[in-house]
């Protein structure tokens, strides 16, 4: 059984950082594009990053290029997501998924979440 859990969420100021983590069991992470997707409070599921399978290539969505960080740890079948100079639009629930983009936001295997609130 696919089972993704995430962790690192928290309350933050505007300018912190936050580091998530996902760990993945019930399948071999190297096999596999993973991403974070994230949804904010009365809006949709919104792509915010992917990383493939080897883990040296990373895609992120503009709204966080330059500010977060994808990585992946295939040997602990962990997925992570350094958040740098967050600001208060980054306030979402954030969920690691199996796939990348398409797979992520029709339904591929994804975590319960984990809360980024960003707010002085």
């Known amino acids: 059984e696919v089972q993704l859990v995430e962790s690192g969420g928290g309350l933050v100021q505007p300018g912190g950082s936050l580091r998530l983590s996902c760990a993945a069991s019930g399948f071999t992470a190297s096999n596999y594009y993973m991403s974070w997707v994230r949804q904010a409070p009365g809006k949709g599921l919104e792509w915010v990053s992917s990383?493939?399978?080897?883990?040296?290539?990373?895609y992120y969505t503009d709204s966080v290029k330059g500010r977060f960080t994808i990585s992946k740890d295939n040997a602990k079948n962990t997925l992570y997501l350094q958040m740098n100079s967050l600001k208060t639009e980054d306030t979402a629930v954030y969920y690691c998924?199996?796939?990348?983009?398409?797979?992520?936001?029709?339904?591929?295997?994804r975590g319960q979440g984990t809360q980024v609130t960003v707010s002085s």
């Open positions: 990383i493939n399978t080897d883990g040296d290539r990373t």
């Open positions: 998924a199996v796939g990348g983009p398409r797979e992520a936001l029709t339904g591929g295997p």
